[in-house]
């Protein structure tokens, strides 16, 4: 077994991750990222082929160093993928990869980061882990008697992998948007949502939402009445692609079916025949390798103040949604919360 003492530990080569690397650099602390993954990018390698940013690239910069343009409307995945790579050359970030971290362990006066025959003992850790490992498969009567395949958004590629086939695909989001513009033009696709889809204004993307947000959270720090964050304006943002499939009326979505058949999805006695269903239905925060402290709440979250947890204040949780702070999921959002973050680590108390 390996030990090494360090000020802080990063958990996460992402976005958030890059981000906390930034301002720790900046601060001269001693620090080492740790990231699962092979190569940079965190998921962003691994979405598919499509994907879109909502912002141009100038409203998709991690702290430092502007995402270089992309000429031709938003950047795709490939270019947020090498303008990670060149951000941890930039800044010649400590990132040691693939290491897998499966556990983080309380001693004495500092937290011990496990990972195979590798330990970090570090006086604070920085959670930043991300959410796209963590698919949220929901639990419907019938699943297990369904013969077809079923799909999460995280193994979805390109339209092509689904020509000729009878495509469900569930969820009310930008993702589920996404695949169904995409889907349709290859096979004959039906959209479930628990809810009718609220669609953003055509001319909403990813500055107003950034906007709206900081104005909320600016709101709540101030005390006045919550003014509603981006979700007060609607889920899905009309990008291109969705625009097209509007203009092809295949944006109707059908309310959730009531279980799974052998072959297909029914609606009380209404039975539609399916193939493949994909299960757009979002993420959770993955955190399983924080189940040593022994930190959720019975929503799944660990309660923080900040960035910080409460139950342990040695830790910090950085970029999974609006709870470690206002568009902390974002590429440009995450930036904010980095710095105070980094900010309020007070090594050495």
Not at 298 to 321: F, N, Q, W
């Amino acid at each position: 077994m390996i030990s090494i003492d360090t000020d802080v530990v990063v958990i996460g080569g992402g976005q958030a991750g890059l981000a906390a690397g930034y301002y720790l650099r900046r601060a001269g602390h001693r620090y080492v990222i740790l990231d699962d993954q092979p190569t940079p990018g965190g998921a962003w390698p691994h979405t598919w082929r499509s994907l879109r940013l909502f912002s141009p690239a100038e409203f998709a910069a991690l702290p430092g160093w502007p995402m270089p343009p992309w000429p031709d409307g938003f950047p795709p995945a490939c270019h947020v993928v090498d303008y990670f790579t060149a951000y941890e050359e930039r800044y010649n970030l400590p990132i040691r990869r693939p290491v897998r971290v499966t556990g983080v362990h309380r001693d004495g006066q500092n937290l011990v980061v496990s990972a195979g025959e590798h330990t970090w003992r570090a006086q604070r850790v920085i959670s930043a882990t991300g959410t796209w490992q963590q698919p949220f498969w929901p639990i419907y009567p019938g699943a297990r008697e369904f013969t077809g395949r079923q799909l999460h958004t995280v193994d979805y590629r390109q339209p092509s992998d689904f020509a000729g086939a009878r495509v469900v695909v569930v969820g009310g989001g930008n993702s589920a948007a996404q695949l169904v513009a995409e889907i349709s033009t290859a096979a004959a696709t039906t959209w479930v949502t628990t809810r009718p889809p609220r669609f953003l204004a055509d001319d909403v993307d990813g500055r107003v939402l950034f906007r709206v947000a900081s104005e909320r959270a600016a709101a709540i720090a101030a005390g006045l009445p919550d003014p509603g964050g981006p979700a007060s304006l609607g889920d899905i943002v009309m990008v291109p692609e969705v625009r097209e499939a509007r203009a092809r009326g295949v944006l109707h979505a059908l309310p959730m079916f009531d279980r799974l058949t052998p072959d297909g999805i029914a609606w009380g006695n209404t039975v539609q025949h399916a193939d493949i269903i994909v299960w757009a239905t979002g993420f959770r925060p993955a955190l399983t390798h924080l189940r040593p402290l022994r930190l959720r709440e019975r929503d799944g979250h660990i309660a923080v103040s900040g960035t910080r947890a409460l139950k342990e204040p040695r830790l910090y949780l950085l970029g999974y949604g609006d709870w470690t702070g206002p568009g902390s999921a974002t590429i440009l959002g995450v930036g904010r919360t980095a710095r105070a973050a980094v900010a309020e680590l007070d090594l050495g108390a």
